[in-house]
């Protein structure tokens, strides 16, 4: 990411706005410092030659106290609005990089979920030093160090270009020791990246370790992980030392031979006494922003860095199915979803090209799904059976094929009254915080009654009745509490309790033992009396047993004929 990154003043309004503020806010600045530096002058000069008492100069010093008072006001103005512009810029952004890697899907993000949500939370906040420290200094070298020089030119051609030829060592170092920061920065960055990935991985996964008495397992990994990123921070903070160290050195020299010529001048009377105070004063606030900008950098790298990896998410395009039927390219209005109690969704060969494989799986999938009926999709590991389920539910865009919902391609279909009439159970449900009646009922109001014959019908009551809580039993986020096949009823008992046309139940039995599939097949056989449509993912026999069409799918390599994992392209078997 640049100083002032052009992507970051399109993304967050406000950021223009403040960056616009804080370049008015700098030229007054400049004006203050100007002013004081020859007001300062002006008032000691007379007193230190005999010229004047202290009472003859109240003007200069009443003029000097005016301008102190307004650039402390500056400051003060200056670090309120940069605070709130801080909190709404970093807001905005991250809103942004929240709806685009929902919109473009756990397959089409560049990093993975764990990481993006990483550096969307811990790394975005970071990017308020950026906006609080280093901006306005980026911006005060701007105005402050030319103004300043400007002035120093009139007064002393021969400090200007002491001053002149000095300064660039200033932003010369502080690139080279920008460099090393922002490698420093980075790895940083990617530590805390992996390490808050494992550890959301981790507290998933609790109860299931506690259940295998395997809790205490990860502790040396995490151990690991936190002693790594500690080693990366405290290399930040070193290089951050040194930076400070070398720029205020380079700094401090320079002033000093600034000092000099004007010391030296000033003896053999070449150079007046007011004038070598002001061009004494003057000296070090030319040289203080672009010090100060090299003093911040390193505070702000994590932000620029996570900053960089937003951008380069934001820019990764929508396609037609990520935009929710509207295309990119062309903007045409979608079309509603037409009543899927009464249309057949169609698949008609759909290729799907798996990421980071030279494969299409699922490979020429032709598939039909009429209104009441339960079709299953089988196949071996990574055929595309669960990819299959993402296109049906307008998750996943096909590399090649359409998917029909009657005459309409679902590529057209606004997206929101397509999933209004899709329930979809995934391998790993995620849950809301809340009770556990909450997590079933979606908030709505559900009969006793029926909530009990749906959690019975799937095998939940038991779990309620274990509960001293029952139905108001605490859900953490995600489903913490619940073990995962425990997850999985709620979900079942939640799809049996909608009144969606079309339901999607991805491997419901996955993580459930041999007693508990009974409760997966009363539930698929209820929905089938319902008159709803199922698609089914399934392994077990008993399952796909339980289906009235059955759908086997293949993957195939890109380059060259690969060896098929399973044969036939869309074979279809109907049971009886």
């Known amino acids: 990411m640049r100083p002032l990154d052009p992507r970051l003043l399109r993304r967050a309004r406000s950021a223009r706005r403040y960056v616009l503020l804080t370049a008015g806010l700098g030229a007054l600045t400049a004006a203050t410092v100007i002013a004081q530096a020859l007001l300062l002058a002006h008032a000691l000069a007379p007193v230190v030659t005999g010229r004047a008492t202290l009472a003859g100069v109240t003007g200069p010093l009443a003029g000097l106290a005016a301008v102190l008072g307004l650039r402390a006001v500056l400051v003060g103005l200056q670090e309120r609005w940069a605070h709130r512009a801080a909190t709404r810029a ?13 919109a473009l899907g756990p397959r ?8 993006v949500a990483t550096f969307a939370t811990r790394g975005l906040d970071a990017l308020e030093p950026y906006f609080v420290r280093y901006l306005p200094q980026l911006l005060l070298a701007a105005t402050v160090t030319p103004a300043g020089l400007a002035v120093v030119l009139g007064l002393d051609w021969i400090a200007a270009l002491t001053i002149a030829a000095t300064l660039p060592l200033v932003p010369l170092f502080m690139w080279l020791i920008g460099v090393m920061t922002q490698h420093a920065a980075d790895r940083r960055l990617a530590t805390m990246t992996r390490l808050g990935g494992q550890v959301l991985d981790l507290l ?8 295998l008495g395997r809790e205490r397992g990860p502790a040396a990994r995490v151990r690991d992980l936190g002693d790594a990123h500690r080693r990366a921070t405290m290399g930040t903070l070193r290089v951050a030392f040194l930076s400070g160290m070398v720029l205020e050195l380079l700094t401090t020299l320079s002033v000093a031979l600034v000092a000099v010529g004007v010391g ?3 003896v053999y009377g070449h150079l007046d006494l007011t004038t070598a105070l002001a061009v004494l004063v003057l000296a070090p606030e030319v040289y203080l922003p672009l010090r100060q900008v090299g003093a911040h950098f390193h505070a702000s790298t994590d932000g620029i860095g996570a900053a960089a990896r937003a951008f380069a998410l934001l820019e990764v395009p929508l396609t037609r199915a990520d935009a929710g039927g509207q295309p990119p390219d062309r903007p045409r209005p979608p079309v509603d979803a037409p009543d899927l109690r009464r249309t057949t969704v169609r698949l008609v060969g759909v290729d799907v090209e798996a990421p980071g494989r030279a494969v299409l799986a699922p490979a020429g999938l032709d598939l039909e799904l009429r209104p009441g009926r339960v079709v299953a999709l089988t196949g071996p590991n990574g055929a595309g059976k669960s990819t299959a389920a993402g296109v049906v539910l307008g998750l996943v865009e096909p590399t090649r094929g359409r998917v029909l919902v009657g005459d309409v391609d679902l590529a057209d279909v606004e997206r929101a009254s397509w999933w209004r009439q899709v329930a979809w159970v995934p391998q790993r449900t995620t849950l809301e915080p809340g009770t556990l009646r909450e997590a079933v009922t979606r908030g709505r109001d559900v009969p006793p009654a029926a909530l009990a014959d749906a959690a019975r019908l799937v095998g939940l009551l038991d779990v309620v009745e274990d509960r001293p809580d029952g139905w108001l039993t605490a859900v953490g986020q995600g489903g913490v509490g619940l073990s ?23 491997e419901p039995t996955a993580h459930l033992d041999a007693d508990t599939e009974a409760g997966v097949l009363r539930a698929v056989a209820r929905l089938r009396e319902q008159g709803r449509t199922v698609l089914l993912v399934a392994h077990r026999p008993t399952l796909v047993a339980a289906a009235d069409e059955v759908v086997r799918v293949r ?3 890109t380059a060259g004929p690969a060896p098929v994992t399973d044969r036939g392209l869309a074979e279809r078997a109907v049971t009886a």
């Open 90 to 102: 970093v807001a905005e952004l991250r809103e942004q990089v929240v709806r685009h890697a929902v």
């Open 108 to 115: 089409r993000l560049p990093e993975d979920p764990a990481s």
């Open 204 to 211: 998933a996964g609790v109860p299931t370790l506690r259940a």
């Open 264 to 266: 030296f001048r000033l």
């Open 484 to 506: 995962l096949g425990e997850r999985q009823r709620v979900a079942l008992a939640r799809a049996l309790l909608g009144d969606e046309p079309l339901v999607v139940l991805d």
């Open 555 to 557: 993957s195939v390599g």
